[in-house]
């Protein structure tokens, strides 16, 4: 009898174990000034430049006191900034108007580029109305006479190796530029270009001014955090801005003088202690339950936990419902969902997850109903689904109406959506026919609408939602073509000061999911990857064809975006499947653009769902040409499918 009440060695062990965890929680609890508060507090110069802050950096400030794209490094008494793959040289910092000063570094005092690239700025910049362009044509063996006095040379180690020729704003009509070899087209400023067109200043002098843009971001987070004495920064890992505290970070501002570090490190101190003391009484009471339970028969013990498994899903869902309160969606039993159904007469559709049917409510209201598969035990997709949609309200999201959790039966009621989903009006297996049935206008306002539905749920809820799954299939229509983004299935909830998600295994469908989600080699899963997957779908909406597509072979066909992104830079024609007017060319080039920003292999090179309405909504003119969003197109079998999931995203 006392050997089985002699409890074993590791439930000693654990005894001791909570007593030297609570002898290392109160040192730990002592305050200390925040070391990324202190360096971000200083500003930074170089040369002449003097106070440079957030949102740039740069040595000797930290990584975090600044935002990634704004990195300033000091060479020869000037801050240099990479866009892309160029360098600029900084001329002038204006904080207060987001005003920048740049030049291409490697057109300093110099003609001759060390690349014949045009220059490109990012999404975060936009060209100030005081710039106009300067074209830059090298190696020419005639041209009009008319260009003669534009006439420039190349000089490289001090040797002329060019003769060029340029011209301001558009090019003549009239001018013959076919026996020049290259041509580079640089924005300059108009008063510039008027002192070069009075013979009053150099090409190099107008070259070495520069042009002016603007920082394009938002300030309301950091805003606030200088408001309330707070120290800009970023969160590299989250992608977002931070605000640095004395005490420790914070989302958006330091708290109110009560809550400062010299109050609140006591209040701390004193949680810490009661914390310890709970958790050494729980530890003791913990040890001799179980010393206690363990002579008990070991049969006891396995029913106990066998019942335990069986109830946690329902718990789960009954914890839910009552967090959600009177919000909570209605709860139908399963003789109601057959009711609602006509005993599942009428299938509009079928799936990995279930089945979806047609059904009505006692009120009359139209609904669809998807049964989810018995072999989804867990029921974490059907958790996932009721507790993401529960918090969403938007027109460009489909409306939860109920649900039923009945045993191993599951099903989720939604608002009936008369003309399915996107997926049959963007391609057909056969014939390439749909797209001009909707009109580019049509598909222009579905592309804004599901755009401001991902905006919405990354944004504008009080928990940001990632979906994680967006497809042409996930994409419901209404009676007037208003898009609704459906199918919460592998939707995650993500705290706000938590942004990013820790995934432990990469689920989705191949060809939308961003490389991320398949390896942290990328980059982590966050809001971006949502914005990849929309990428990808617009652009299907656009080529009216898969992005990959196994019925052009084993070409350069077979990735849609590879073969657009190339026509692109070539200047060609996009050479779609159908014809269109300049109206409509212009909505299909504008988002081509966008689909490509958003499809960029590294997350932090695409833009974030406000930014991407901005960009659908503004001047396709003012959209500039990405960098090649992928190493290579995806390497395939004669099958037509990709060797590996990873194989679009490894270089050939």
Not at 324 to 336: F, M, N
Not at 415 to 436: A, H, T, V
Not at 441 to 464: D, S, V
């Amino acid at each position: 009898m006392l050997h089985q009440l002699s409890p074993p060695f590791h439930l000693l062990h654990l005894s001791f174990t909570a007593i030297f965890l609570i002898s290392i929680i109160l040192p730990a609890a002592l305050p200390a000034a925040d070391e990324r508060y202190i360096k971000c507090g200083n500003s930074f110069k170089c040369g002449d430049m003097q106070n440079l802050s957030y949102p740039f950096w740069g040595d000797p400030q930290p990584f975090y006191c600044g935002l990634p794209e704004f990195k300033l490094e000091c060479q020869s008494g000037f801050p240099v900034i990479q866009i892309f793959s160029e360098r600029f040289r900084v001329l002038k910092i204006n904080h207060e108007d987001h005003i920048l000063r740049l030049a291409r570094l490697d057109l300093n005092n110099s003609t001759c580029p060390s690349r014949f690239m045009n220059t490109t700025i990012s999404y975060l910049f936009s060209y100030r109305p005081n710039f106009g362009n300067l074209t830059m044509f090298y190696g020419c063996s005639s041209v009009s006479p008319a260009l003669s006095s534009n006439k420039f040379s190349c000089h490289k180690n001090d040797t002329s190796i060019e003769t060029g020729y340029f011209t301001i704003g558009s090019i003549p009509s009239n001018a013959n530029f076919g026996n020049c070899n290259v041509s580079i087209t640089v924005p300059v400023l108009q008063t510039a270009v008027k002192d070069l067109e009075d013979n009053i200043t150099s090409l190099n002098q107008v070259l070495d001014d520069g042009f002016e843009v603007n920082w394009v971001i938002d300030q309301t987070a950091c805003s606030e955090c200088a408001a309330s004495a707070g120290r800009c920064g970023y969160n590299s890992s989250y992608y977002e801005p931070i605000c640095f505290c004395p005490d420790h970070p914070y989302l958006m501002r330091c708290p109110v003088p009560s809550d400062t570090i010299d109050h609140g490190s006591k209040s701390d101190i004193g949680n810490q202690i009661l914390i310890a003391a709970s958790m050494f009484g729980v530890c003791s009471i913990l040890v001799i339950a179980v010393v206690v339970c363990y002579s008990k028969r070991k049969t006891i013990l396995n029913t106990s936990i066998g019942c335990w498994k069986k109830k946690t899903n329902i718990q789960n869902v009954e914890a839910f419902l009552e967090k959600c309160g009177s919000l909570a969606p209605k709860s139908y039993s399963y003789s109601d969902v057959k009711k609602i159904t006509c005993s599942f007469k009428d299938k509009l559709g079928e799936g990995g997850y279930g089945s979806v049917y047609k059904g009505k409510l006692r009120d009359g209201r139209l609904v669809a109903v998807k049964v989810l598969n018995k072999s989804k035990g867990n029921g974490e997709e059907f958790v996932n689904e009721v507790a993401s949609i529960s918090r969403t309200s938007h027109v460009n999201i489909v409306t939860l109406l109920g649900f039923c959790f009945e045993g191993s039966k599951r099903a989720l009621i939604y608002e009936f959506m008369p003309n399915g989903s996107l997926e049959k009006y963007i391609y057909d297996e056969n014939q390439f026919k749909k797209i001009p049935s909707l009109g580019w206008e049509r598909i222009y306002q579905i592309a804004i609408g599901i755009a401001q539905g991902l905006e919405y749920l990354h944004r504008g809820c009080n928990t940001q939602i990632l979906h994680l799954d967006i497809k042409p299939q996930n994409i419901l229509l209404d009676q007037d073509f208003c898009p609704k983004i459906s199918d919460f299935g592998l939707a995650k909830l993500c705290p706000r000061k938590e942004s990013t998600m820790s995934m432990l295994g990469a689920r989705g469908t191949v060809g939308y999911v961003a490389p991320e989600v398949f390896s942290r080699n990328f980059g982590v899963v966050s809001h971006k990857s949502d914005v990849y997957s929309y990428g990808m779908m617009i652009l299907e909406m656009v080529g009216g064809r898969k992005n990959i597509d196994t019925r052009f072979g084993c070409t350069s066909e077979t990735y849609f975006p590879h073969w657009i992104y190339k026509r692109l830079e070539l200047e060609e024609d996009l050479k779609l499947q159908w014809n269109m007017n300049k109206a409509e060319e212009e909505v299909a080039r504008k988002m081509i653009l966008v689909g490509l920003w958003c499809i960029q292999t590294d997350p932090g090179n695409r833009p974030s769902m406000n930014r991407v309405v901005d960009m659908l909504e503004g001047n396709q003119e003012a959209l500039q040409i990405p960098p090649k969003p992928f190493p290579s197109s995806p390497v395939r079998t004669p099958a037509g499918r990709p060797r590996n999931i990873l194989s679009q995203y490894v270089p050939r």
